[in-house]
């Protein structure tokens, strides 16, 4: 097998082929989080430390991480509720490595910090199968493999093969298989048993070559078929139509996307509901329950396109919280909490945040 490696300079916001050796760590006291979070939240991190390498990172750790600790990606999936008094770490890992390329599958490791939707857009334009569902949704590759993302039908933990991580608390090294990582909606082990204990440094992708593709979510199949010829780039294509006709450009309108995950019921539920609103789109799960649309939820609430204040649903999907400009991250949480209180009283239904919130 050829090992061939890719450093795709234009996909890394910091990267210095020619100073491998030079110290890249970046150290800011008082450092505004302005720009690294899609809510458009003005908090301030009492430092922020960026690191380029597996070594500066354990370098870092070396010389003690000050308590408490986020590390962060693209801050598209957080809301910060005051300032952060703490130190933020971001990964600015970057480059796609081809470990394996054969007629079957590729196998891809990625830096943690490279933008999300410029891997797929890469993997896309190879022609390789896989990611292409999973266009235009922010962040970056360390989160995403944090988060589980998912769109149309795909959960991007399918393609995941393990993930390099280093311990924030002793700067040792651990490699997760994709069976370690527990990936479940929206979920892994990231967030659960070693939650802000490690610090995403690479993920391994295996893509499939002869994968079939997902179409039957939503009008996606329609879309595609407008395009012409069934092809990673055709499907990466329409999903960026559909998400552009439905999500907020976070450059125009702040969001973290969906604020809420979809409610997982049991099937009794489900059928109890149904006979009250027999609309209500549920889709069966694997383990023999029931997601049902947290976004039919809040719409029937009558949030949809309701402002409070600087606050209020996309006028588009109710799901997706926004800030007009100038909200705290208090204000947004508040009219969260109303939104999920109104849930609760219609359909005793609890809505869990998919977003971070940080404290
Ligand atoms: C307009 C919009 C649309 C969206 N659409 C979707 C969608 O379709 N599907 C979907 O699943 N999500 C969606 N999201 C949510 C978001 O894009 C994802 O959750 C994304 O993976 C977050 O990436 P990030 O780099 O911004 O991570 P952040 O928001 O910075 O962090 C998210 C979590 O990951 C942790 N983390 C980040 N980097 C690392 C690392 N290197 N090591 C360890 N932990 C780390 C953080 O501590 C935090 O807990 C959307 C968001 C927006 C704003």
Not at 103 to 117: A, F, N, P, Q, T
Not at 242 to 260: C, E, M, N, T, Y
Request: proline content about 3%.
């Amino acid at each position: 097998m050829l090992a061939r490696l890719f450093f795709l300079r234009y996909f890394c916001k910091i990267y210095d082929t020619d100073n491998k050796h030079r110290n890249m760590i970046k150290k800011y006291p008082f450092y505004s989080l302005l720009s690294h979070n899609t809510f458009g939240i003005d908090a301030t991190a009492a430092q922020f430390i960026e690191f380029q390498s597996e070594s500066e990172l354990t370098e870092i750790i070396r010389e003690g991480v000050t308590h408490p600790y986020l590390v962060i990606g693209g801050g598209s999936n957080l809301l910060f509720m005051n300032d952060y008094e703490g130190t933020v770490l971001h990964s600015a890992i970057c480059g796609v490595e081809v470990l394996t390329d054969n007629e079957h599958e590729v196998l891809l490791r990625v830096g943690s910090g490279m933008i999300w939707d410029d891997f797929v857009a890469y993997t896309v334009e190879q022609g390789w199968q896989g990611l292409e569902n999973l266009s235009m949704i922010p962040g970056e590759v360390g989160a995403a493999a944090v988060q589980n993302i998912g769109a149309y039908g795909v959960e991007v933990g399918e393609f995941i093969a393990h993930v390099d991580t280093i311990s924030i608390a002793d700067g040792s090294s651990r490699r997760f298989s994709q069976q370690e990582c527990d990936y479940a909606y929206r979920n892994s082990i990231f967030k659960t048993v070693e939650k802000n204990k490690r610090v995403v440094t690479y993920v391994t992708f295996r893509l499939r070559k002869n994968a079939e593709y997902r179409l039957d979510y939503g009008n996606l199949r329609s879309k595609v078929e407008e395009k012409g010829a069934l092809c990673p780039m055709n499907v990466r294509m329409a999903v960026k139509e559909i998400r552009a006709a439905k999500l907020p450009d976070v450059s125009q309108l702040g969001s973290a996307g969906s604020f809420f995950m979809n409610p997982v019921v049991s099937s009794e539920y489900a059928r109890k509901m149904a006979r009250h609103y027999p609309q209500m789109p549920q889709y069966a799960t694997d383990d023999g329950k029931v997601k049902i649309s947290a976004a039919w939820l809040i719409e029937q609430c009558g949030w949809k396109g309701k402002r409070v204040g600087n606050v209020g649903t996309y006028e588009h999907q109710a799901l997706v919280i926004v800030n007009y400009g100038g909200a705290t991250g208090r204000e947004i949480a508040a009219f969260a909490k109303a939104v999920c209180d109104s849930v609760k009283e219609k359909f005793d239904v609890m809505l869990v945040p998919e977003v971070n919130m940080v404290e």
